[in-house]
């Protein structure tokens, strides 16, 4: 799998650009921007964790899809929403509506209470999560570099 980590740094930018166009300016999307997508692929991939669990959407030989979800050793112990953490799920836009999106969020948390950050303004993502048993719990995230770019807490 860690040969697949310019094909996640690729459809990671792609899917950024697709789903938050309209949030953020569009010379944020640089070439410095897929280089730190490249080498955080790079570093996940070459360093398995056990508490991070990553699942693979393929069409046509090609990566469409991933997500993401990182649990704390405490996981098993509580089951809270606090100790995981649904941190990524990316599906490219021609793949919407598919399913794709569902299987691999089925495949990486399944039913499992958790958290996870989306971006505020972004109704597609919103009404997939609320679809999913995720409800917004109040916090927000605002990076002062892009303002626009709101992130609100959703629990489960």
């Given at each position: 799998m860690p040969a697949d980590a310019g094909a996640l740094a690729q459809l990671h930018v792609a899917s950024w650009r697709e789903a938050y166009s309209h949030l953020l300016p569009e010379d944020f999307f640089t070439a410095e921007f897929l280089a730190k997508r490249q080498k955080m692929w790079d570093h996940i991939l070459n360093s398995p964790s056990e508490e991070l669990s990553i699942q693979l959407a393929e069409h046509a030989g090609s990566i469409i899809g991933f997500a993401c979800v990182q649990r704390t050793t405490s996981t098993k112990q509580t089951g809270s929403s606090d100790d995981t953490e649904f941190n990524a799920i990316y599906v490219l836009e021609a793949h919407h509506g598919s399913g794709?999106?569902?299987?691999?969020?089925?495949?990486?948390?399944?039913?499992?209470?958790?958290?996870?950050?989306?971006?505020?303004?972004?109704?597609r993502a919103e009404a997939f999560y609320r679809c999913n048993g995720f409800e917004l719990n109040g916090a927000e995230d605002i990076d002062p570099a892009t303002p626009l770019f709101i992130g609100v807490r959703t629990v489960r």
């Open positions: 794709v999106g569902q299987a691999l969020l089925d495949a990486t948390l399944g039913h499992s209470p958790a958290s996870l950050w989306v971006a505020k303004n972004n109704p």
